[in-house]
T-cell receptor, first 116, second 111 residues
């Protein structure tokens, strides 16, 4: 149980275009979802926290107008990278937690974004 | 602020025991997690400590001292598949399960 999926697993886009990444909890309802970014050989950096039906809370230094997060249902959150630039190339990972298991986050397999 | 430190890289021999340390200075604390991450993959949960002491789970054990802001992950009977990054993360008490990750330790297991 507690499976989280992400789609796509990898994507290549041209500079200036937008890319949407989906994060789904497959067998549980995720009251909270988290979006992380990870650059090569670095640790995970939290970008934002989203709760179903409310606006996401962004970490300091993360542009909310560039990284649009929508958490429309208890099983789906989306991250849209708008007007992508090469420096946005990274590994994006989502995780989900549920109110029933407050101490553990379940991570998705990640999405590798390359902006050319 | 949040400051979580780990050694950057470690090397150990197959069959041996290795200890990966994590020190933290955070504005709040509500538990410490250890995750394993293979290259290009998502982190997988290894252990969770919220009280002082040792938690054992098979070949993996994790220790916590809240007064010292210190934890370690102990891996026994190392196998080649244990070559991965190991991430220490502290949970924020202000939010249900917001995590701040440490710098991560890349472990290389050799023959």
């Amino acid at each position: 149980g507690a499976v989280v999926s992400q789609h796509p697993s990898w994507v290549i886009c041209k500079s200036g275009t937008s890319v949407k990444i989906e994060c789904r909890s497959l067998d549980f309802q995720a009251t909270t979802m988290f979006w992380y970014r990870q650059f090569p050989k670095q640790s995970l950096m939290l970008m934002a926290t989203s709760n179903e039906g409310s606006k996401a809370t962004y970490e300091q230094g993360v542009e909310k107008d560039k990284f649009l997060i929508n958490h429309a249902s208890l099983t789906l959150s989306t991250l849209t990278v708008t007007s992508a630039h090469p420096e946005d190339s990274s590994f994006y990972i989502c995780s989900a937690s549920t109110s029933g298991r407050t101490y553990e986050q379940y991570f998705g397999p990640g999405t590798r974004l390359t902006v050319t | 602020g949040q400051n979580i430190d780990q050694p950057t890289e470690m090397t150990a021999t197959e069959g041996a025991i290795v200890q990966i340390n994590c020190t933290y200075q955070t504005s709040g604390f509500n538990g410490l997690f250890w995750y394993q991450q293979h290259a290009g993959e998502a982190p997988t949960f290894l252990s969770y400590n919220v009280l002082d002491g040792l938690e054992e789970k098979g070949r993996f054990s994790s220790f916590l001292s809240r007064s010292k802001g210190y934890s370690y992950l102990l891996l026994k009977e190392l196998q080649m598949k244990d070559s991965a990054s190991y991430l220490c993360a502290v949970r924020d008490p202000g939010t249900a399960s917001k995590l701040t990750f440490g710098t991560g330790t890349r472990l290389q297991v050799t023959l």
